[in-house]
């Protein structure tokens, strides 16, 4: 079965320092994965996905999160926090192969950026 | 803003009342979405639609229940609930043709009470 695991509940940064937000996925077949962020009282905004080729994703806001397929982790990262990164964020998996609509999300890890 | 809509943003209702929440995106995708999000849990993948018929139903109890009269718009039609749904509903959507790796859209939710 699918799974991802955020080991984070928080993360706190100071401004300008680089950030990173673990997640480790488990799918049987090649993951398709994909990070979201929430503003409060907000939907959910798509950052960035893999899919297949460079290991290296680059996203939104500058974000980019790395695909280790021996260690099974997509974390996602910035060189330099801004106090507006302060929001929720989301690590979600699908299984290629996998029931259509089927996206499994990370329980979500605060991200907290002190002035 | 995604281009999902959803209304109204904030409900407050009885356990005997009966009301709907309704989404509609502005996107031309073929597949929508309801989700769940509680506190302290990962977000909960209710029901799936893809070219307006339902594909997925995860073990929501029947006091919730969907309808999708056509590929821009979905609802969610709620009677008897309980205070533990209480919750914030997201609808979402995405395009489901040729692959499931296009990221899905979300929108701003509506945060439900049930007293």
């Known amino acids: 079965a699918q799974s991802v695991a955020q080991p984070e509940d928080q993360v706190n940064v100071a401004e300008g320092n680089p950030l990173t937000v673990k997640c480790t996925y488990s799918?049987?077949?090649?993951?398709?994965l994909f990070w979201y962020v929430q503003y409060p009282n907000r939907g959910l905004q798509f950052l960035l996905k893999?899919?297949?080729?460079?290991?290296l994703v680059k996203g939104s806001y500058g974000f980019e999160a790395e695909f280790n397929k021996s260690q099974t982790s997509f974390h996602l990262k910035k060189p330099s926090a801004l106090v507006s990164d302060s929001a929720l964020y989301f690590c979600a998996v699908r299984d290629y192969g996998g029931s259509q609509g089927n996206l499994i999300f990370g329980k979500g890890t605060k991200l907290s950026v002190k002035p | 803003e995604t281009g999902v809509t959803q209304t109204p943003r904030h409900l407050v209702m009885g356990m005997t009342n009966k009301k709907s929440l309704k989404c509609e995106q502005h996107?031309?995708?073929?597949?929508m979405y309801w989700y769940k999000q509680s506190a302290k849990k990962p977000l909960e993948l209710m029901f799936v639609?893809?070219?307006?018929?339902?594909?997925e139903n995860n073990s929501v109890p029947s006091r919730f229940s969907p309808e999708c009269p056509n590929s821009s718009h979905l609802f969610l039609h709620l009677h008897t609930l309980q205070p533990e749904d209480s919750a914030l509903y997201l609808c979402?959507?995405?395009?489901?043709?040729?692959?499931?790796?296009?990221?899905?859209?979300f929108g701003p939710g509506t945060r439900l009470t049930v007293l």
């Open positions: 639609y893809s070219l307006e018929e339902r594909v």
């Open positions: 979402a959507s995405s395009q489901e043709s040729p692959g499931p790796f296009n990221e899905q859209f």
């Open positions: 893999y899919i297949t080729g460079d290991n």
């Open positions: 799918v049987s077949g090649n993951p398709y």
């Open positions: 996107l031309g995708h073929n597949a």
